[in-house]
């Protein structure tokens, strides 16, 4: 079974640029989860869908960042523009049964 | 609002020591527990859960149990591997939220 697919796994740009990571959950996971992990720091959520509704969005800084599930499958979560503490590991997750599948993340770095 | 607490890293210990790692707990609810896992380079990894008080998750021969007196999920291997190396992060999920609160994680480096 395939698992959580995040791209790019690496992301350098400058602060105040825009960016944007792309997450495929593994097929038939109805929920899927935007994380932030800070280097040193747990993961934090951002966001939660359940199919292409928002369930939990609390966290997100909304001024600059926004995100959206196309058709219930698939997820993008964008920033713009980047500031120095937006660095850290982007990570999503799905679930099935109460279990979450994590991705091996994107990486970004805001200089 | 829910959080956990664990213990700094890193720690560091001899192949075929005995490791506990403490996690503790806020909630407001009946949380379930979890530790996972970050092996270098690799994504997180679930290692095990409870999902009630007294429950012991165990996998790979890595065991906690969830203590709700103490609110406490602390995890333990008798015989640590240099493969056990990596980063270790307890987390809750709490009654109706289904999104994982975490721990800060702790490193444990095993030395042959």
């Known amino acids: 079974e395939a698992g959580v697919a995040q791209s790019p796994r690496y992301k350098i740009i400058e602060k105040r640029q825009s960016v944007a990571f792309w997450c495929n959950p593994i097929s038939g996971h109805a929920t899927l989860y935007w994380y932030q992990q800070i280097l040193g720091q747990g993961p934090k959520l951002l966001i939660q869908f359940q199919n292409n509704g928002v369930v939990d969005d609390s966290q997100l800084p909304k001024d600059r960042f926004s995100a959206e599930r196309l058709k219930g499958v698939d997820s993008t979560l964008k920033i713009q523009p980047a500031k120095l503490e937006d660095s850290a590991v982007y990570l999503c997750?799905?679930?099935?049964?109460?279990?979450?599948?994590f991705g091996p993340g994107t990486r970004l770095t805001v200089l | 609002g829910d959080s956990v607490t664990q213990m700094e890293g890193p720690v560091t210990l001899s192949e075929e020591a005995f490791l506990t790692i403490n996690c503790t707990y806020t909630a407001t609810g009946y949380p379930s527990l979890f530790w996972y896992v970050q092996y270098p380079g690799e994504g997180l990894q679930l290692l095990l859960k409870?999902?009630?008080?007294?429950d012991k998750g165990s996998n790979k021969g890595f065991e906690a149990t969830y203590r709700k007196e103490t609110t406490s999920f602390h995890l333990e291997k008798g015989s640590v591997q240099v493969s056990d190396s990596a980063v270790y992060f307890c987390?809750?999920?709490?009654?109706?939220?289904?999104?994982?609160?975490f721990g800060s994680g702790t490193r444990l480096q095993v030395q042959p």
């Open positions: 997750a799905s679930s099935f049964q109460g279990e979450q599948f």
């Open positions: 409870a999902t009630k008080a007294d």
């Open positions: 987390a809750l999920t709490d009654t109706g939220r289904r999104a994982l609160t």
